[in-house]
């Protein structure tokens, strides 16, 4: 069974850092393109960033580029979001996800349960 | 960046009955390259992550009830939802993968 679960979120104050965690279990991480995605409180989704299956290309929404970035270790079957000067406007459910596509991306068919962050002070 | 823009914003259809949801993309999200549409549907609910409903504009996933079925091709898409049933109500958006940044929908609620 494939399965996702997130880990380190939390309170943070704004110009903060959180380090998020993505479990992998059930399937061969090295073979897909993961992503993260975020809900604000009553917002919709933002797509955040997305990671290639050996880490060589990284793709990040214009508002996180040069705060956040996104790894993976595909040995410890993991994947990572360092997120550094903290705003108020980054506090979301981040969810981690899966790109199931082989030559294309394609949409995600397995997402995690999502982690909290909150930027307040 | 490639824009989605959904309509309805929210909508309230009867139990049984039929729901359309638009969502159009600029520029186009049909690729040249193997002539199929990027573009995701997804429903979501409060407390739940969201669930693929629909790859490629029209392919269903796995699973999926066959009372969801999308359709559209380049910039015009739509997700129709038939025979209506109360746990159909949530938001849903649509995505589009052809390129970075991947981008969605604003969203539209579903009221039964």
């Known amino acids: 069974e494939v399965q996702l679960v997130e880990s380190g979120g939390g309170l943070v104050q704004p110009g903060g850092s959180l380090r998020l965690s993505c479990a992998a279990s059930?399937?061969?991480?090295?073979?897909?393109?993961m992503t993260w995605v975020r809900q604000a409180p009553g917002k919709g989704l933002e797509w955040v960033a997305n990671i290639k299956q050996d880490g060589s290309e990284k793709g990040y929404v214009e508002s996180v580029k040069g705060r956040f970035t996104i790894s993976r270790d595909n040995a410890q079957n993991s994947l990572y979001l360092q997120m550094n000067s903290l705003r108020a406007e980054d506090t979301a459910v981040y969810y981690c996800?899966?790109?199931?596509?082989?030559?294309?991306?394609?949409?995600?068919?397995?997402w995690g349960q999502g982690i909290l962050v909150t930027v307040s002070s | 960046d490639i824009v989605l823009t959904q309509s309805p914003d929210s909508l309230a259809v009867s139990l049984g009955e039929r729901a359309t949801i638009n969502c159009k993309s600029s520029?186009?999200?049909?690729?040249?390259?193997?002539?199929?549409?990027?573009l995701a549907w997804y429903q979501k609910k409060p407390g739940q992550p969201p669930k693929l409903l629909i790859n490629w504009a029209s392919t269903r996933e796995s699973g999926v009830p066959d009372r969801f079925s999308g359709s559209g091709s380049g910039t015009e898409f739509t997700l129709t939802i038939s025979r209506l049933q109360a746990e159909d109500a949530a938001v849903y958006y649509c995505?589009?993968?052809?390129?970075?940044?991947?981008?969605f929908g604003q969203g539209t609620k579903l009221e039964i």
């Open positions: 520029p186009s999200v049909l690729s040249s390259s193997n002539n199929k549409n990027f």
């Open positions: 995505q589009q993968y052809y390129g970075n940044p991947v981008t």
């Open positions: 996800a899966r790109d199931p596509g082989i030559d294309f991306w394609s949409g995600y068919d397995y």
């Open positions: 059930g399937f061969t991480l090295s073979r897909y393109w």
